[in-house]
Every structure is written in structure tokens, then in C-alpha cells.
């Protein structure tokens, strides 16, 4: 597991829950593995409390499979669940997208264009990690933007099925159209065409689906 630097005056529940869904989502803890409550929390230098709490909150979700006396589990990807994260994400992006177009300053939109070629870097030198981190950064600027950061926030527990298949397809599939994608955005959005930036964030959203072969041919073994 990757150790992330603890944020200032961040308590330990916070410190866990963050970490361990980091290492969900960039598959350090893989689909089908199992993690100990004893173990993250030597890891992470916290008591088994913060630990435990940071499981019961993603079980929620059902990215962790707690069992008592044993073990918990990363379950296998299920596509119904990263279909409602997706389906989820599509509802609140899109209105997000046609807000932007009506609020967005030209501060914002250099922010955002600042983001893309920083993609566009990364995606030259095939640096995954950093694309998935760049990804998130601009899809939480998209909310900044519509000062709806608040839902933003809440909504990145259950993204998490989402995001496995994007680490995933950024892993196995050079994928110049999602970084393409984004330009698009942001052009409709300087723009102020906010049925164009709609549009394009549909497409942008479903493109997992494009790559659900090449990704099941990669990680067979991460699947139900």
C-alpha cells in the first residue's frame, strides 16, 4: 500500500479513509484482495479506531466487504455498480457543465486550459498515475466553478467503482480522446453553449464503455 503525506490537522479517520480509497482506486489494493484492520493501521500509524471507521464508511458503498473475525475484502468489479456511479456522475456533471457556461470567469477557464495541457504532457509520456490525478483535479474545478464543491465531495465515495475502470482503461488503453474530451469542455464553456458542454460530457462519460473489452482482456482477474 502507498502511504500519502497526512494533511495538516487532518484527524485519523480522515488520514485512513482517504488513504485506503486512494489505494483502491490506483489498485495498490486490488479487486479481490483481502486487508486487515491490524495491518493498515501499522501501516499508517494509526490505533485500529480511524482504521476500522474508514472501512465501515466505504462498506457503505460496497467497495469493502467487511466480515467479522476475518478478514475485509476489495470486491471484485461489478459493471451494475460502476454503471450507477457512471449514471450518478452523468446526472450531477451535466448540470454542472451548463452552469459553468453561465458562471465561469476567464480566471476559470485559463485554470482549466492550464489543466489540459498538463494532460496533454502527461499523456505523451504515458505517465497513468498523474493523468488519473490531473482527470480529478479538472472534474472538481467543473464543480468549483458552479460553487457546488460540497457535492463534489460527497459524491467520491461511491465514484470510487467508477474510478477503478478509469485507472484501469488509463492503464491499458492510450486514450487520446479523453484528454481531447476535455479541451472540447472547456471550449463549449468559454463559449457559453452549455447544450454543447452537456453533449460532450455524455460522451466523455460513457467512454468506459468503448474500452470494457480491452479492459477485461488485461484484468480478467478483477472482475465478477
Known amino acids: 500500500m502507498k502511504l500519502l503525506e497526512r494533511l495538516p ?8 479513509l482517504r488513504t485506503i480509497k486512494a489505494n483502491i482506486i490506483s489498485l495498490e489494493l486490488p479487486p479481490g484482495s483481502q486487508i486487515s484492520e491490524n495491518e493498515l493501521a501499522a501501516e499508517m500509524g494509526l490505533s485500529r479506531t480511524p482504521v476500522r471507521e474508514a472501512l465501515i464508511e466505504l462498506s457503505k458503498v460496497r467497495i469493502v466487504d467487511i466480515q467479522p473475525q476475518k478478514k475485509s475484502t476489495i470486491p471484485l468489479i461489478d459493471y451494475d455498480m460502476v454503471e450507477e456511479s457512471r449514471f450518478m456522475r452523468n446526472l450531477l456533471e451535466c448540470a454542472v457543465v451548463e452552469l459553468d457556461c453561465g458562471m465561469a470567469a476567464p480566471a476559470d477557464l485559463e485554470r482549466l486550459s492550464e489543466n489540459v495541457r498538463l494532460q496533454n504532457l502527461y ?86 464503455k468503448i474500452d470494457a473489452a480491452h479492459i477485461r482482456a488485461a484484468y480478467p482477474q478483477y472482475f465478477k
Request: proline share 1%.
Open 9 to 16: 490537522r487532518e484527524s485519523g479517520g480522515d488520514y485512513a
Open 123 to 208: 499523456l505523451d509520456n504515458f505517465y497513468s498515475s498523474q493523468l488519473m490525478s490531473l482527470d480529478n483535479q479538472f472534474h472538481g474545478m467543473l464543480f468549483d466553478i458552479a460553487k457546488k464543491s460540497q457535492i463534489y465531495a460527497l459524491i467520491q465515495n461511491i465514484s470510487i467503482h467508477f474510478d477503478r475502470v478509469r485507472t484501469m482503461a488509463l492503464s491499458t488503453v492510450k486514450n487520446f480522446k479523453i484528454v481531447q474530451d476535455h479541451v472540447d469542455i472547456v471550449d463549449a464553456i468559454g463559449r457559453k453553449d452549455p447544450g454543447a458542454a452537456r453533449e460532450l460530457m455524455q460522451k466523455h462519460l460513457n467512454r468506459y
